[in-house]
């Protein structure tokens, strides 16, 4: 059975940083695209970054770019959001999920294992 567990969030200030956690266990961790995605009270949830399995392509969403940073470490079988200059529409709970298809990775439709989420609160 897959599991997903994530890990770091919290309230911080906007300007500050956090570092999001994504520990896996039950499938080939390294054979799997990860993602990470939020959804804000009152709106769909939405794409945030991806990282293929290798972890040699990457992808943002416009909104993250130049703040986030997606990494993994295989040997860990854990992934990691880095998130910096945090504003307060970044305020959310944060979802990592496992999937197949990297050409499809901004879709949530692309995977099939979510992990509970954690909640991310960034204050003015």
């Known amino acids: 059975q897959v599991q997903l567990v994530e890990s770091g969030g919290g309230l911080v200030q906007a300007g500050n940083s956090l570092r999001l956690s994504c520990a896996a266990s039950?499938?080939?961790?390294?054979?799997?695209?990860m993602g990470w995605f939020r959804q804000a009270p009152g709106k769909e949830r939405e794409f945030v970054a991806a990282?293929?399995?290798?972890?040699?392509?990457?992808d943002y969403a416009d909104s993250v770019k130049d703040r986030f940073t997606v990494s993994r470490d295989n040997a860990k079988n854990t992934v990691y959001l880095q998130m910096n200059s945090l504003k307060p529409e970044d305020t959310a709970v944060y979802y990592c999920?496992?999937?197949?298809?990297?050409?499809?990775?901004?879709?949530?439709?692309?995977?099939?294992?979510w992990g509970q989420g954690t909640q991310v609160t960034v204050s003015s």
């Open positions: 999920a496992s999937g197949r298809d990297f050409w499809r990775a901004r879709r949530p439709d692309a995977y099939d294992y």
């Open positions: 039950g499938r080939t961790f390294s054979s799997y695209v």
């Open positions: 990282i293929s399995g290798s972890g040699l392509s990457t």
